[in-house]
């Protein structure tokens, strides 16, 4: 069993009781950001071998990457969902298998360009959207959860977080610190 600080280093996803305005101000700050911060950290290390795994019995650097471009547009079509029909039940994927695919093997470079692309238009978007149309919500099959899409919002600023961190723990295990 893997040392639960390696899988998160930041702690599992914990959504306030009751999201605010100020909650998703800094949720849609942070997923705005997010690519602009995934390059600074991964520009800071140009010698980095990328293709190995970022802890042991982990995807690579490169599926991480993929996976991050690969859910947020998820979550982004989750969204045009909820937004335009009325408590749609999305399709779930599975991430290991979409991991093992031959595009999370491809260059880094294009799947970051995708996350850097994709998070600004989802912040436009995200921005443009009235107070209840953050309430409003879909149906996610994996227990027949309903989650709105305020609660959605902070699970993915936690989620580029979450793997930003991995990434970063990876880096200083690579250098011994």
């Known amino acids: 069993m893997q040392n639960n600080y390696l899988v998160y280093p930041i702690g599992r996803f914990e959504p306030p009781a009751e999201i605010s305005e100020s909650d998703l101000i800094a949720w849609m700050e942070r ?16 010698q980095m071998d990328w293709s190995r795994p970022y802890r042991p019995g982990a995807w690579t650097y490169v599926q991480l990457v993929h996976h991050l471009a690969d859910s947020h547009m998820n979550a982004m079509i989750r969204f ?18 979409w991991a093992l695919q031959s595009d999370a093997q491809g260059p880094m470079e294009d799947a970051v ?35 709105t899409l305020a609660w959605t919002a902070g699970l993915y600023a936690w989620h580029g977080d979450h793997h930003l961190a991995q990434i970063e723990q990876g880096i200083r295990l690579s250098d011994g610190q």
């Open 113 to 147: 360009a995708l996350v850097k692309a994709l998070h600004a238009k989802w912040l436009l978007l995200m921005k443009g959207m009235t107070a209840e149309q953050w309430k409003r919500r879909y149906v996610h099959p994996d227990g027949m959860q309903e989650r």
């Open 31 to 46: 997923i705005g950001i997010f690519g602009a911060r995934l390059v600074a950290v991964l520009e800071q290390h140009p």
């Open 80 to 97: 045009k969902w909820a937004l335009t029909e009325d408590n749609p039940l999305i399709k779930a994927y599975d991430e290991n298998a």
